[in-house]
């Protein structure tokens, strides 16, 4: 019984061996293929590495201005009265909720750059246009 076992357990080793060798000869050979189609175009490896680090740098910006909008001195409202999502909208200003009165429910997306609306944010917009929001009550 207990050379069974052990033998079940060298074969199951053994397989995952074999599968991640096997992925790793695909893995190289895709990064050799990458590199051989990069090699003809001066500077290209290079260049996409520069636009890899540009996006992510901006992707960066972008999320730190959402968490830091509600205290700009533009945002327009008070920045208890916001409430954090960050998808689909980054926020929900409840406007007046600190006074203890809210006025206005308003959803918020920050932009920054050249940055647009997503698909799923314009339906978001255009559904809070249209006054398609209502109100749920839901008791456990």
């Known amino acids: 019984m207990h050379d069974n076992v052990t033998l079940l357990v060298a074969l199951f080793f053994a397989l995952v061996a074999v599968i991640a060798l096997s992925a790793l000869g695909r893995a190289r050979g895709t990064v050799a293929r990458m590199r051989s189609e990069l090699a003809g175009v001066p500077g290209a490896l290079r260049q996409a590495r520069k636009d890899a680090v540009a996006r992510s740098e901006a992707v960066r910006r972008g999320q730190v201005s959402e968490h830091l909008a509600p205290f700009a001195e533009t945002f327009g409202y ?63």
């Open 78 to 140: 008070d920045p208890g009265d916001a409430r954090f999502l960050g998808s689909p909208v980054d926020f929900v200003v409840f406007d007046g909720l600190s006074e203890g009165r809210v006025k206005d429910i308003v959803l918020v997306e920050v932009k920054t750059g050249r940055s647009q609306l997503s698909r799923r944010e314009k339906s978001v917009r255009q559904a809070a246009e249209r006054g398609a929001v209502s109100w749920r009550e839901f008791r456990m």
